[in-house]
């Protein structure tokens, strides 16, 4: 079954142009899909219509065989992680670790799994250093890594990442290149929205580019991270 | 249409007078009949500006619960009259304290309604007419700001809760203590974020020389034209005689 199903999607923002008109796509389980296109295609618009934050104007996109307004915020959470283009917008804790842990913690999680799985989380994200810390104050490229680390320590079975390696070093991109790798490698999918087109070719096996509200290409790319 | 243009070309010193009448009356009016007229004056200049009645239901009901909530505060906790409602002798809902919920209504109604004409005026121009009523320029700025961040800050509200939401929290079904406690994080980072943007804005604003002369010239002038005066003659003469009409029939 597919994990998403879009039919004939439009969509426009209040006041504008349309920006999407009648989008049709299939995403499977488990794919792992680059999102690309010019500034202002509709990329992060896309993203937030599949997991519910914008409501479609007309056509349906059904999740799991399910249409997706049957689900609340909190059903597709459960299901879909999702990462803000800016991180600063799903940061909310007053700590590190709490930030990493609030999911967890209030999908009532055994605190012992919680726990380790928040070490896990600091150690691979190299946030250990300012565990206690109050998020607000950390650098971008540490806000980043604290924001896909709150979104990847709930183990979502799928992840849409908005601009995830903005801020972020060669290095860092390169263990996160790795991370996608394992995310992969436990049967979870994710879509990267990426204008970073090496980097997000690298790391999925197919390429969406949008165009004009449309699908312009939908190749196989290599996914070789 | 003619009258649009009429609001429209209103000097905003006309507008931020035809609102103060109109909020100073809905304050010292109490009478549920001339609150009711009065709001039905400001709905008709809300008409004359070009807003339609679903553009001015939609922004009501934004406001609906901060409504009800008025609306069973007050018939509760201020009761007089005839008991509609009574529970083991208490009497919950009256007459009188339903009337004067419904006076709160309505008159937050007219302050709303007539707010909205301010919004005819682009937030520059704004500025420029308190700056013209005498009121110091940083303090006009600070309106203007506000008017610019307001939106921002209701935004930050909605992203905070939609994150949360996204982490597969059931706002609506978690217990109550937990539910006060998911609300603290999302005023966390509205607290934080409008601190930053406060302390980002003043050293973008310094870095461009704000208050570095003590006098500034302003790249638009605003000038009172004959029907801005007539406009506002009549909205302190239509304030006063109502007033006192008010009183008098007491």
Same mark, same amino acid.
């Given at each position: 079954?597919?994990?998403?199903?879009?039919?004939?999607?439009?969509? #426009?923002?209040?006041?504008?142009?349309?920006?999407?008109?009648?989008?049709?796509?299939? !995403?499977?389980?488990?794919?792992?899909?680059?999102?690309?296109?010019?500034?202002?295609?509709?990329?992060?618009?896309?993203?937030?219509?599949?997991?519910?934050?914008?409501?479609?104007?007309?056509?349906? !996109?059904?999740?799991?065989?399910?249409?997706?307004?049957?689900?609340?915020?909190?059903?597709?959470?459960?299901?879909?992680?999702?990462?803000?283009?800016?991180?600063?917008?799903?940061?909310?804790?007053?700590?590190?670790?709490?930030?990493?842990?609030?999911?967890?913690?209030?999908?009532?999680?055994?605190?012992?799994?919680?726990?380790?799985?928040?070490?896990?989380?600091?150690?691979?994200?190299?946030?250990?250093?300012?565990?206690?810390?109050?998020?607000?104050?950390? #650098?971008?490229?540490?806000?980043?890594?604290?924001?896909?680390?709150?979104?990847?320590?709930?183990?979502?079975?799928?992840?849409?990442?908005?601009?995830?390696?903005?801020?972020?070093?060669?290095?860092?991109?390169?263990?996160?290149?790795?991370?996608?790798?394992?995310?992969?490698?436990?049967?979870?999918?994710?879509?990267?929205?990426?204008?970073?087109?090496?980097? #997000?070719?690298?790391?999925?096996?197919?390429?969406?580019?949008?165009?004009?509200?449309?699908?312009?290409?939908?190749?196989?790319?290599?996914?070789?991270? | 249409?003619?009258?649009?243009?009429?609001?429209?070309?209103?000097?905003?010193?006309?507008?931020?007078?035809?609102?103060?009448?109109?909020?100073?009356?809905?304050?010292?009016?109490? +009478?549920?009949?001339?609150?009711?007229?009065?709001?039905?004056?400001?709905?008709?200049?809300?008409?004359?500006?070009?807003?339609?009645?679903?553009?001015?239901?939609?922004?009501?009901?934004?406001?609906?619960?901060?409504?009800?909530?008025?609306?069973?505060?007050?018939?509760?906790?201020?009761?007089?009259?005839?008991?509609?409602?009574?529970?083991?002798?208490?009497?919950?809902?009256?007459?009188?304290?339903?009337?004067?919920?419904?006076?709160?209504?309505?008159?937050?109604?007219?302050?709303?309604?007539?707010?909205?004409?301010?919004?005819?005026?682009?937030?520059?121009?704004?500025?420029?007419?308190?700056?013209?009523?005498?009121?110091?320029?940083?303090?006009?700025?600070?309106?203007?700001?506000?008017?610019?961040?307001?939106?921002?800050?209701?935004?930050?509200?909605?992203?905070?809760?939609?994150?949360?939401?996204?982490?597969?929290?059931?706002?609506?079904?978690?217990?109550?203590?937990?539910?006060?406690?998911?609300?603290?994080?999302?005023?966390?980072?509205?607290?934080?974020?409008?601190?930053?943007?406060?302390?980002?804005?003043?050293?973008?604003?310094?870095?461009?020389?704000?208050?570095?002369?003590?006098?500034?010239?302003?790249?638009?002038?605003?000038?009172?034209?004959?029907? +801005?005066?007539?406009?506002?003659?009549?909205?302190?003469?239509?304030?006063?005689?109502?007033?006192?009409?008010?009183?008098?029939?007491?």
């Amino acid at each position: 079954m597919d994990f998403w199903e879009v039919r004939d999607l439009c969509f #426009s923002y209040p006041r504008r142009e349309p920006l999407f008109q009648g989008l049709s796509f299939r !995403i499977g389980r488990g794919d792992t899909v680059a999102l690309t296109g010019a500034n202002g295609s509709g990329k992060t618009t896309l993203g937030k219509l599949l997991v519910g934050i914008l409501k479609p104007l007309s056509g349906q !996109i059904l999740l799991e065989g399910k249409d997706l307004q049957e689900y609340s915020l909190a059903d597709i959470g459960a299901r879909v992680g999702y990462l803000f283009q800016n991180p600063e917008k799903q940061i909310f804790s007053p700590s590190v670790k709490e930030e990493i842990a609030f999911g967890l913690n209030f999908r009532g999680f055994d605190p012992a799994l919680v726990e380790r799985r928040v070490e896990e989380m600091l150690d691979y994200f190299e946030l250990k250093h300012c565990a206690h810390q109050f998020p607000f104050n950390l #650098s971008q490229g540490e806000k980043q890594r604290l924001a896909i680390a709150a979104v990847l320590a709930l183990e979502p079975s799928f992840v849409v990442f908005d601009e995830p390696t903005t801020g972020l070093d060669q290095r860092r991109k390169e263990r996160f290149a790795a991370l996608l790798q394992k995310i992969k490698a436990r049967g979870a999918g994710y879509i990267l929205i990426s204008h970073d087109r090496e980097f #997000s070719s690298a790391c999925c096996e197919r390429r969406l580019h949008l165009k004009e509200g449309k699908i312009y290409g939908d190749d196989k790319v290599c996914g070789k991270a | 249409m003619a009258t649009i243009k009429f609001v429209e070309k209103l000097d905003p010193r006309t507008k931020i007078v035809l609102v103060v009448v109109i909020s100073t009356l809905s304050i010292i009016i109490t +009478d549920v009949l001339w609150l009711a007229g009065l709001l039905l004056l400001s709905l008709l200049l809300l008409f004359m500006a070009g807003f339609s009645p679903a553009s001015i239901f939609s922004r009501f009901r934004r406001f609906l619960y901060l409504f009800l909530v008025l609306l069973i505060v007050q018939s509760i906790f201020a009761p007089s009259g005839e008991p509609i409602i009574t529970i083991g002798g208490i009497q919950l809902v009256t007459m009188g304290g339903l009337l004067k919920g419904v006076a709160v209504v309505v008159r937050m109604l007219i302050i709303i309604s007539s707010a909205l004409l301010l919004l005819t005026a682009k937030p520059m121009e704004l500025v420029l007419g308190l700056i013209r009523l005498k009121i110091p320029y940083e303090i006009a700025f600070m309106v203007l700001l506000a008017i610019r961040f307001l939106p921002v800050l209701v935004e930050e509200v909605q992203d905070a809760l939609t994150a949360i939401q996204l982490r597969g929290v059931k706002i609506k079904e978690i217990p109550l203590g937990q539910k006060i406690k998911v609300y603290t994080y999302i005023f966390m980072p509205v607290v934080v974020s409008a601190l930053m943007k406060a302390k980002k804005t003043a050293i973008s604003m310094e870095a461009r020389a704000f208050r570095a002369y003590p006098h500034r010239t302003y790249l638009e002038e605003l000038n009172l034209k004959s029907f +801005d005066y007539a406009t506002i003659a009549a909205a302190l003469l239509f304030g006063a005689g109502l007033g006192a009409a008010y009183f008098m029939g007491r």
